[in-house]
Structure formats: structure tokens, C-alpha cells
């Protein structure tokens, strides 16, 4: 639509073309295909504004950046002394120390993920009401922000299946790590989109996360081979559904053991990811205009 404004007697009049939507009400929720595009052009604030929070994180510890280094290190020697030398969970696993890395680092990615999506509408509450800009950027950028910091864990994992043996079984597979990567970071978003929501809703919800978060560790056999439930079907049936357990299998077949993972481990990783970021999205979606009322 077209907006004309005189500026006096004998000043030049001129005529503005400004999108409809922007001269609705402030903070309503715009048709879907409008608030993607919104959401789209906003791609390069999104980036900086993750990476903004890693330096702002990074600035406050001692060693800075170094501590996206030591923390999955100190995180897999210390899984590693309790579950494999203390509880024994190594026997009968090839390489643990290689498949219990993997377990460790991409878990903890999607539970940061997770978490930092409970608090991501309320910590970002002040921009809100500051600005007009579609809210479903702040969970996005909640798992920008953990992917980037992911990025040196995953040279330090290569570094140690490189150097500790056994070495991996590398072969053509290693390249699946992608298309697996792509399907965990869809999937963790939208876990994001649903508890940012929530969150907001419900902001007690975080407690109750964190301790669920528990159950789902060792429901995804990060520490233990699924094999030592032989003899009970129902919870290895559990297991398999578990979303994690499909992702962690299909990183641990490629890069250790150069197998080919089972068709239905990538159809249960695929669906997990496209029906989570989808029903996330719109649910999060729904919500937009609660998101800047005071609270």
C-alpha cells in the first residue's frame, strides 16, 4: 500500500510504498508464508547474534574459547572412568572409548539445545518488547549458537579417535555423519521450538527438563551397548524409538565401524526430525502473539 505525506506549502509531496503487514498492530501474528520470510531476512542477525553470545560467554571464563575444548574432554574422562572402569559397561563394546565419545558429545549437543530453548522466549524477553521481528528467531538462535560451539568439540572427537587406539574403521560411510548431523540439529530445533513455548507458558518446566534429561542419557545408550538387554525385549524396543539412539547408532556405524545402519534407524531418525521441527514450529508459531505481553 502506498503512504502520502505533504510536508507544506510549495514542498515536494511524496508517496512511500510500505508492506501492508507492517502498518497492522504491533506484535500481531502475521500469515505464515509472510512470517518465513520475515523470519529468512533476519538470517544474518540470527548468526551474529549467536555468535555475539559465545564471545559474550567465552569473555567471562578465565581460558575464553579454550573451555569449548576442555569441557568435552574433562566430560568424556570422567564418563569414561565411571562407566568404563568403575561399572564395567566396556565389555563386549569395540573401541569404547571411541563409542562412548560419540555418545557423550552429540547427546550433550541436542540436551544444550534442549535446555537453552526452555529459557530462550523468556531470556530474550527485553528484545521483544524493544523490537518487531518474528519471535521463532530466538530458538533458532538458541541452536545456531550450540551448533557453532559444537564445531571445535567435533575437531577435538576426531583428534581423539585419530590418536587413541583402536583406530576407526574408516570407509565411504563417514560421509552419512552429515545427512545424520543435519537430521539431529532438525530435530533439536524443534525440541526448541516446543519448549520455548512452553517455557514461556510454564516457566517451572526447565526443572522438570533437566531431570528428564537424566532418564534420557542412559535411555539412549550413550553408556552401554543395547545388547545387554537380550533377555528384555521391551526395553530394547524403548530404546530403538528413542530419537537419540538412532542418531548416536548411525554415528558410531559410520565412523568406528564402517557398517551400513539399518534402513529403519534412518527412517525413525528421519521422521523424528521433520515431524518435531515442523509441529514445533507451528506450535511455537501459534503462540507469537503472547510472547511480548507483560507478564
Known amino acids: 500500500m502506498s503512504v502520502e505525506r505533504t510536508f507544506g506549502p510549495g514542498e515536494l509531496r511524496t508517496a512511500v510504498s510500505v508492506p501492508s503487514w507492517t502498518l497492522g498492530q504491533v506484535g500481531r501474528r502475521l500469515p505464515l508464508d509472510t512470517y518465513i520470510e520475515q523470519l529468512w531476512r533476519r538470517r544474518h542477525f540470527i548468526l551474529a547474534e549467536s555468535r555475539s553470545k559465545i564471545a559474550g560467554t567465552a569473555g567471562r571464563n578465565l581460558l575464553g574459547y579454550g573451555w569449548l575444548v576442555l569441557n568435552p574432554l574433562l566430560n568424556g574422562l570422567g564418563f569414561y572412568v565411571i562407566f568404563g572402569l568403575i561399572l564395567g559397561t566396556s565389555r563386549g563394546i569395540d ?66 579417535l585419530a590418536v587413541l587406539p583402536p583406530a576407526e574403521n574408516l570407509t565411504w560411510r563417514v560421509v552419512l555423519v552429515v545427512p545424520c548431523f543435519v537430521l539431529q540439529v532438525l530435530f533439536a530445533q524443534g ?10 507458558i510454564l516457566p517451572d518446566i526447565s526443572n522438570l527438563v533437566n531431570v528428564l534429561a537424566r532418564f534420557w542419557l542412559y535411555a539412549s545408550g550413550v553408556f552401554f551397548s543395547i545388547d545387554r538387554f537380550d533377555l528384555v525385549p521391551f526395553v530394547q524396543t524403548i530404546m530403538k524409538i528413542n530419537p537419540m539412539y538412532s542418531y548416536l547408532e548411525i554415528y558410531r556405524n559410520s565412523i568406528l ?13 528421519a521422521g523424528w526430525a521433520f515431524v518435531f521441527v515442523i509441529f514445533g514450529f507451528l506450535f511455537f508459531y501459534r503462540g507469537e502473539e503472547t510472547y511480548g505481553r507483560a507478564e
Request: proline share 6%; hydrophobic share 60%; aromatic share 14%.
Open 257 to 269: 565401524y564402517g557398517v551400513d545402519s539399518p534402513p529403519w534407524m534412518w527412517m525413525l531418525a
Open 95 to 160: 573401541n569404547f572409548v571411541g563409542f562412548l565419545m560419540i555418545g557423550v558429545f552429540f547427546f550433550q549437543l541436542t540436551m544444550r539445545c534442549v535446555t537453552g530453548g526452555t529459557q530462550a522466549v523468556r531470556s530474550g524477553r527485553s528484545m521483544i518488547r524493544a523490537f518487531a521481528f518474528p519471535r521463532a528467531a530466538l530458538p533458532i538462535t538458541v541452536v545456531v549458537r550450540e551448533v557453532l560451539n559444537f564445531m571445535p568439540t567435533f575437531a577435538v572427537l576426531a583428534v581423539v
Open 191 to 200: 525440541c526448541a521450538f516446543l519448549l520455548a513455548r512452553l517455557g514461556h
